[in-house]
C-alpha cells in the first residue's frame, strides 16, 4: 500500500481564484511528480522534482507553480485558475521504475 | 515525436478468459517500459516492467512481452477476474522521464 496522500479530493473554484493542491509522502523518495489527467485518457507530466530544493517543468505548460521545501511535500499552485485547468491532479513519488500514485485531486473551475 | 499509444480503447473479455492488451511505441532509446492499472477514482497503480534488452517477463498472473522490431509491447492476464475490470497504460522510461500512451478500459463480463 503506498503512502502518498492528496488533498483536497475534490474542489469547485471560480475563474481567477488561487489554489494549492496538496501532496504529501512518508516513503522518503526524493522524486516527485505531478500529472494532468482528462477522464480515461494518457498522463502528462507538468512538474517534477529531484529532491529537496529541486523542481523542473514537465511537458505541459499548466501555469502552475510547485515547491519542494521538504522531502515529503510537494505542493501544486495555480495562481489563476481558468476554466482550461479543469481537470484530475495526480501526484506521485517513485523508486527506480515504479512510481506510487496519490488518489488525485478533481478540480473543476467555473 | 515520441508517442506511446494503444491500439484499441476498450476491450471486453469474458471472466476466466485470457486478456491481452496492446500497446505501440515510438522512442527506441527507452530503457524500460512499464504497465499501469487505474481504477475508477484512484491513481494508477504499478503492475509491471520489462528492461528493453528482454521480450518477455512474468508476474503474478500477468505476462508482458517487449517486441523491439516493431516497437510493440503488450500486456497479458491470465483467467482474467472482474477486479481485473480498469484502465491499463503502458509507459516508456528514459532517463528521468516516464511518458505514459493513452489507455485501454477493460470490462470483464461475468
Known amino acids: 500500500e503506498a503512502d502518498i496522500y492528496q488533498t483536497p479530493r475534490y474542489l469547485v473554484i471560480g475563474t481567477g481564484k488561487k489554489i494549492t493542491l496538496e501532496c504529501s509522502q512518508t516513503?522518503?523518495?526524493?522524486?516527485m511528480y505531478w500529472y494532468q489527467q482528462d477522464p480515461g485518457m494518457e498522463l502528462h507530466l507538468i512538474h517534477y522534482?529531484?529532491?529537496?530544493?529541486?523542481?523542473e517543468k514537465g511537458d505541459l505548460s499548466s501555469e502552475s507553480t510547485v515547491s519542494r521545501i521538504r522531502t515529503e511535500h510537494f505542493p501544486l499552485t495555480l495562481e489563476s485558475a481558468r476554466p482550461s485547468h479543469t481537470s484530475q491532479y495526480l501526484c506521485?513519488?517513485?523508486?527506480?521504475?515504479?512510481?506510487?500514485f496519490g488518489p488525485g485531486t478533481r478540480l473543476t473551475v467555473l | 515525436g515520441e508517442s506511446v499509444g494503444l491500439h484499441l480503447p476498450t476491450l471486453s473479455v469474458q471472466e476466466g478468459d485470457n486478456s491481452i492488451i496492446n500497446c505501440a511505441y515510438s522512442?527506441?532509446?527507452?530503457?524500460?517500459f512499464i504497465w499501469y492499472k487505474q481504477e475508477s477514482g484512484k491513481g494508477p497503480q504499478f503492475i509491471i516492467d520489462?528492461?528493453?534488452?528482454?521480450d518477455k517477463r512474468q508476474g503474478q498472473r500477468v505476462t508482458v512481452l517487449l517486441n523491439k522490431t516493431v516497437k510493440h509491447l503488450s500486456l497479458q492476464i491470465a483467467a482474467t477476474q472482474p477486479g481485473d475490470s480498469a484502465v491499463y497504460f503502458c509507459?516508456?522510461?528514459?532517463?528521468?522521464?516516464?511518458?505514459f500512451g493513452a489507455g485501454t478500459r477493460l470490462f470483464v463480463k461475468a
Open positions: 516513503m522518503g523518495h526524493d522524486k
Open positions: 509507459a516508456e522510461r528514459g532517463g528521468f522521464k516516464t511518458i
Open positions: 520489462i528492461r528493453s534488452n528482454m
Open positions: 506521485a513519488s517513485s523508486v527506480g521504475n515504479e512510481q506510487f
Open positions: 522534482s529531484y529532491g529537496v530544493n529541486s523542481t
Open positions: 522512442n527506441s532509446a527507452s530503457d524500460y
